[in-house]
């Protein structure tokens, strides 16, 4: 944000202050800030900046416009512009001030490229494609049973032939295809401040900032599918501070901050074409939107790019004394927070299909043939979380002598764990999953999972115990060996903590029956015209959730414990300054940091071996018809083979992936 206006700066804290340790981590982070305030004289500027394509060079890869026969611009043009303005309302009592920015882009970008089924590979003749000239050098020949790179177009998926005709067309042997997603934007930028000066001790002010952020969807501008990969955005961003500063006499003031802030981001996307309208027999929670992947290909969709909202709301409450008494400048303070934050999204909701070319050689045949190598879906995956905060700390700077100050604090902040609101979370007990123990809340879930309202459940919707025993001491030291101005040395130790961001536990959510995320990989995974035809699974897309809502099969979970240890961060430095003439210094630092309980994840459920042995060896494998022997125990699907459905695969294979966070971790740096 570009503001000149040469009033006053006056600062603000909009959250905690003082000793504080958490700095970003969660979502109701830290912000310090400095904006301007009116004065006794109305003072203002205003400008304006532009550039445009025509001063631009253009792009080496650009594709070539017809009707001149030179490469296309980009197409360029940012505007920037703005003012402040800023002044008395009532004078030497009440200010204001306030200022606004916009700024317009608009982009396009010729350069994209991916490669699309030419009219020879539609025709089966692969040829030219597996060719060097289109693979860097190198010659693919697709596999058996396909011979000279040709594959008979009757055994062409007639679902991945209606997609192919709504691809762009391309004259280029290799497929290629250049297009354009735009880049165009819109943003604005807006702040407004008031002081009033109550008396000549204590000053109020409040501020309030807003951003904006607005950037269509390509697709929606240009109405080339290959665009879609890119979402639009429409993003607001608000902040609104208040502030008390009181000198209560001429040793001691008070500061006192109120602060909200608030952040929608929204992922926007527009509809092109779903499974349905291609003859796929898939749903999709989009309905007119597909997520389509080929290796050495094209992508369709976004992905983690859908439609998708986050919104997170923080209010918090700061207050802050310092105190001088003799040789000491005391200080002590308190910080109250609440935040919550709401993500809904579509990462797999509409279905993925991954084809990568390990059935021919090439990711493209296998598309034409309609032969996935994964296909994953899930529910659209939500985090409805809410958190409290609670801090207070008592620091001194102690003026030891007239060479050497002391300063040393502690800070007390609980560790309140996230509530999920909707109750997506959920503990598992090897112990419990191996005796059988169901839970009440769900009881078609498997066993050894345990829900809010579940006996033994703790501490409402979070899984996770309160800690309370987060203190975080420091102490720091400074001193001039000769008094003389000309050398320091100075060390100081501090341990803190770092909180998780607001969103640490979406993968977690997604789980069953949340989200009830489905994979399907191969051998596992059907025609891409009916991803679980022939698998055994069935399709529980849309899923429909209450207290008996269906487990989908090897369901990937994230299982948080109950007692995971908040994670401690210790910082310690040692530093030498000596002045050297009277324009020259050298300086020697030593910087070091230690930290434990890093929160990451570990495997649970992991593919196993039964029996030991060799892996590409025989093998007997436990299934829900009985033990079945396995010449080559490799290819066994490697849900088959995991350790809780080999221990029991009637309730097993109900559980995919199953992780754990863990506090085990540990990390160091030195500088």
């Known amino acids: 944000m570009l503001f000149r ?14 000793l504080s340790a958490q700095n970003g981590m969660h979502s109701g982070a830290s912000v310090n800030a400095v904006t301007k305030s009116g004065t006794n004289s109305y003072q203002g500027n205003a400008f304006e900046f532009l550039r445009d394509r025509r001063f631009n060079a253009k792009d080496a890869f650009a594709a070539i416009d017809p009707a001149t026969g030179k490469r296309k611009d980009d197409g360029l043009r940012r505007n920037q512009y703005g003012g402040t303005l800023g002044g008395p309302v009532v004078r030497n009592k009440l200010f204001f001030f306030g200022a606004y920015q916009g700024t317009n882009t608009r982009q396009t970008p010729s350069s994209n490229i991916s490669r699309v089924p030419t009219a020879q590979m539609l025709a089966g003749d692969f040829t030219a494609f597996a060719s060097p000239a289109c693979n860097a050098g190198r010659q693919i020949t697709l596999r058996a049973p396909f011979v000279n790179n040709v594959v008979n177009p009757a055994l062409f998926s007639p679902a991945a032939v209606n997609l192919a005709k709504r691809l762009p067309t391309t004259t280029d042997p290799c497929g290629e295809t250049k297009y354009s997603a735009t880049s165009d934007s819109d943003e604005w930028q807006l702040l407004g401040r008031s002081d009033y000066q109550l008396s000549g001790n204590n000053t109020v002010f409040g501020r309030y900032m807003a951003t904006s952020y607005v950037a269509p969807a390509p697709f929606s501008k240009t109405q080339n599918v290959l665009a879609t990969a890119t979402p639009g955005l429409d993003n607001l961003a608000q902040s609104l501070t208040i502030g008390d500063t009181m000198v209560l006499n001429n040793n001691v003031v008070n500061n006192l901050r109120f602060g909200f802030n608030r952040s929608a981001v929204h992922r926007t996307s527009v509809d092109f074409f779903g499974p349905a309208d291609v003859g796929v027999n898939s749903y999709s929670y989009l309905p007119h939107y597909m997520l389509v992947t080929v290796t050495g290909g094209f992508n369709l969709g976004g992905g983690t790019e859908n439609d998708a909202i986050f919104n997170t709301n923080t209010y918090s409450i700061n207050d802050d004394m310092t105190m001088i008494r003799g040789t000491h400048q005391y200080g002590f303070g308190a910080s109250v927070a609440s935040w919550d934050s709401l993500s809904r999204a579509n990462v797999r909701s509409p279905g993925t299909y991954s084809f990568d070319g390990v059935v021919t050689g090439l990711g493209l045949a296998d598309f034409m043939l309609g032969r996935p190598f994964t296909f994953i879906q899930s529910a659209p995956n939500t985090l409805d979380m809410a958190q409290k905060y609670f801090g207070v700390y008592g620091q001194d700077t102690w003026k030891l002598s007239s060479t050497m100050t002391l ?27 191996k005796a059988g123990a169901r839970s009440k809340v769900f009881p078609q879930a498997p066993p050894g999972f345990t829900y809010p309202g579940d006996a033994g459940f703790p501490n409402g919707k979070a899984g996770m115990n309160t800690d309370w025993m987060n ?22 130790y501090a341990m803190n903590g770092e909180f998780v961001n607001g969103q640490f536990f979406i993968n977690a959510a997604n789980a069953p029956p949340w989200g009830s995320e489905l994979r399907l990989t191969r051998p596992l995974v059907g025609p891409f015209d009916n991803a679980f035809a022939g698998t055994g699974v069935p399709n529980p897309f849309p899923v ?32 030498f300054q000596q002045q050297i003439g009277s324009n020259s210094a050298v300086s020697a630092s030593y910087i070091g940091n230690y930290s434990t309980n890093l929160w990451d994840v570990v495997t649970g459920n992991p593919g196993i071996i039964p029996g030991g042995g060799s ?20 290819t066994a699907s490697l849900d088959s083979r995991r350790e809780l459905t080999q221990f029991n695969p009637n309730v097993g294979r109900l559980i995919g992936f199953l992780d754990y966070f863990t506090d085990f971790e540990i990390g160091r740096a030195h500088v």
């Not at 206006?5 to 003082?18: I, K, M, R």
């Not at 429909?544 to 414990?561: E, I, K, R």
């Not at 060896?617 to 022997?629: A, E, F, H, K, L």
């Open 544 to 575: 429909t959730f209450d207290a008996n809502a269906p487990f989908s099969q090897n369901g990937p979970y994230l299982a948080t414990p109950q007692d995971l240890d908040t994670t401690r961060v210790h910082n310690w430095n040692l530093s």
């Open 615 to 634: 892996p590409t060896g025989p093998c007997t494998i436990n299934t829900v018809t009985g033990p079945q022997t396995v010449a080559n125990c490799s």
């Open 471 to 492: 203190f975080a001491p420091r102490v720091g030291w400074a001193w001039d060996p000769k008094a003389d101005g000309r050398m320091s040395l100075r060390a100081g």
């Open 5 to 18: 206006s040469p009033d006053a700066l006056q600062e603000f804290s909009v959250a905690t202050s003082g």
């Open 407 to 433: 300063n040393y604090g502690v800070r007390w902040e609980p560790w309140f764990p996230q509530q999920q609101q909707n109750g997506a979370v959920y503990n598992f007990s090897v112990e419990g999953f």
